[in-house]
């Protein structure tokens, strides 16, 4: 039996921007939540039956260290990963982060899988996508997604991607397959809470 590895693209609630990525047996599919639904139950339904070995979630899954009282850590608002990946504060994304580790968790306990937080962003620039057009130029997807699939190998010819959130879920899915074959780069200190891509 062949791994379970999944991506996600991790939207409000009900906006239906949530997305995954799934390598089962060798093959890919790409699922998007339902607009007005709940995409935090659409995603526990997806992925409690397939048991992933190893899921890879865009948001953040930890809060600041000094928010926790961990020693060494006096910043409130960012992680060491956030600066050094020029992300959003977790704190600022608020409920947005609440929902992502409550479901982490969930994930954990009753999947037993492995979720590590990820950051597609960090992956566009490895690929070396055009800026200013990733995520805001719907014509340059089929360009992104030839890309995702040289650096990858992976064949993407039958799996449809209509927009960015899709195409975020297959970069994650990228990092998490990263993840599990030890080649995925790491932002940030371990006892806080790592970004990798």
């Not at 850590?73 to 060491?80: A, D, G, S, V």
């Not at 960090?122 to 996508?129: D, F, G, P, V």
């Not at 371990?190 to 891509?197: Q, T």
Request: net charge neutral; proline share 4%.
């Amino acid at each position: 039996m062949g791994k379970v590895i999944v991506g996600v693209d991790y939207g409000s609630k009900t906006s239906g921007f949530t997305c995954t990525a799934i390598i089962n047996d060798g093959t890919i599919t790409v699922h998007q939540a339902t607009k007005n639904k709940d995409a935090d139950k659409w995603l526990k339904e997806l992925l409690e039956p397939l048991r992933p070995n190893i899921i890879g979630i865009d948001a953040p899954l930890s809060i600041p260290g000094a928010l926790r009282g961990i020693d060494g850590f006096t910043n409130y608002h960012y992680r060491k990963a956030d600066l050094e990946a020029k992300a959003m504060s977790p704190m600022f994304l608020g409920g947005l982060t609440a929902r992502a580790i409550e479901l982490a968790h969930w994930l954990r306990q009753t999947t037993a899988s492995k979720v590590i937080e990820v950051y597609p962003k960090l992956t566009a620039q490895e690929l070396q996508l055009d800026s200013k057009r990733y995520k805001k130029d719907k014509a340059f997807l089929p360009e992104a997604k030839d890309a995702l699939a040289g650096d990858t190998g992976w064949n993407l010819d039958a799996v449809e991607v209509d927009n960015w959130h899709q195409f975020d879920a297959l970069m994650a899915l990228r990092t998490a397959e990263r993840y599990i074959n030890e080649k995925a780069n790491t932002l940030g200190d371990k006892a806080e809470g790592l970004i990798y891509f």
